[in-house]
């Protein structure tokens, strides 16, 4: 365990604030509660990160806003960019190995008004961006040239099969659609998306390791294979070739357990286990890019981080290589269509004041950390 990455991950969307993208453009036509300045991560990052080194993490990630970035077609916002060095090499100040997510769900209104994951050119204008930000996040050496990468964990995209479901299946997120055609369009150009990124980051930093978040669930029910392959499976086998890692996201089964969280989902860490084992046939390590639980009264979070960490270590101990485990999510933050109400948080917050107040289960996780280094 000694070379394991313990951390927790955040979302730009999530936690920065200010953010002008379809998201908060969505929330507003849709009366929903609007993300605003969040925890104002954006100016407090060296704050979180410092909170995030006193708690034991060794490793953290985040993602990058395309929005900020890239505000107009093409043309790149360098002050952003330095933004997001900054918070890279923050970061690593603090011993804290940065897996930069690139691609968090969000995406810039012009990008939205061309058409979004259904355009046909939409993995040519993703790995535009792709290219602007990985030869951005090099270290500059005395001579002015590119030398180490300040990155070497890329995560590419997050959680394709929640995004186009809500999106273009159910209509409940951006963009509100309800398409079959479109639903299965967008896959397919994440998935080019996908394929184009990793060769640009492959090709600039050769050392770099490269995957994506894929969120998935221990089906049970019938017909449960079917729904394993669709769910689980179906993108992950599309980009098998082009990935160094598997990245995974996991919160519940489809078993009614006892034990529920804030948001009404079943607590399975036997499902955890389940899920690595099935993910193991990739033959790649295996990071736990996602898992937690709401929990506002901080009644179930350490047990629940407990547990899933036991399931973890069960999984590892029967060969599945798994290297890293990230806790979602460091702060409270708002959680997309059920707004601010869900709390996630190692480190509780209060939204008026923004203070930050780390919580008796986030200590417990410490200690969880420790003892496997030792």
Not at 88 to 97: K, N, P, V
Not at 306 to 327: L, N
Not at 354 to 363: G, H, N, Q
Request: proline share 4%; aromatic share 14%; glycine share 8%.
């Amino acid at each position: 365990m000694g070379n394991f990455f313990w951390g927790a991950a955040t979302s730009a969307h999530q936690v920065e604030g200010g953010n002008h993208n379809d998201w908060s453009e969505f929330e507003k036509t849709r009366g929903l509660e609007q993300s605003g300045r969040a925890c104002d991560h954006y100016n407090r990052f060296r704050e979180d990160f410092d909170i995030a080194k006193s708690l034991g993490h060794n490793a953290h990630r985040f993602s990058l806003e395309w929005s900020r970035i890239e505000p107009e077609e093409g043309k790149f916002d360098e002050r952003e960019i330095q933004h997001y060095r900054d918070v890279i090499a923050t970061l690593r100040e603090r011993g804290l190995e940065p897996f930069v997510t690139l691609w968090h769900w969000t995406v810039p209104l012009w990008f939205r008004d061309c058409g979004g994951w259904t355009l046909k050119e939409s993995p040519k204008y993703f790995s535009r961006y792709v290219e602007k930000v990985v030869s951005a996040l090099g270290d500059p050496t005395s001579n002015g040239e590119v030398g180490s990468p300040l990155v070497k964990f890329w995560i590419t995209l997050n959680e394709t099969n929640v995004y186009t479901g809500h999106g273009y299946w159910k209509g409940d997120w951006p963009p509100g659609e309800r398409s079959l055609v479109r639903y299965i369009v967008s896959n397919h150009h994440l998935s080019q998306a996908h394929i184009a990124a990793y060769k640009i980051i492959k090709s600039a930093n050769p050392g770099s390791e490269i995957g994506i978040a894929h969120n998935m669930i221990y089906f049970t029910r019938v017909p449960a294979r079917l729904k394993n392959y669709i769910y689980n499976h179906f993108f992950l086998h599309s980009i098998k070739k082009y990935q160094d890692f598997t990245g995974i996201n996991y919160y519940f089964s489809d078993r009614d357990m006892k034990e529920k969280t804030d948001m009404g989902w079943s607590i399975d860490p036997d499902g955890f286990y389940h899920v690595l084992k099935d993910a193991a046939r990739y033959k790649k390590p295996i990071y736990v890019t996602e898992n937690g639980i709401a929990d506002t009264k901080d009644e179930k979070r350490a047990a629940f981080i407990k547990d899933h960490v036991e399931a973890m270590q069960k999984a590892m101990r029967e060969g599945t290589d798994v290297r890293g485990y990230f806790y979602w999510s460091l702060l409270d933050n708002f959680e997309w269509d059920k707004g601010f109400a869900p709390r996630f948080g190692l480190v509780e917050m209060d939204y008026e004041t923004l203070e930050r107040k780390v919580r008796p289960s986030a200590k417990e996780y410490q200690k969880i950390i420790e003892n496997q280094s030792l």
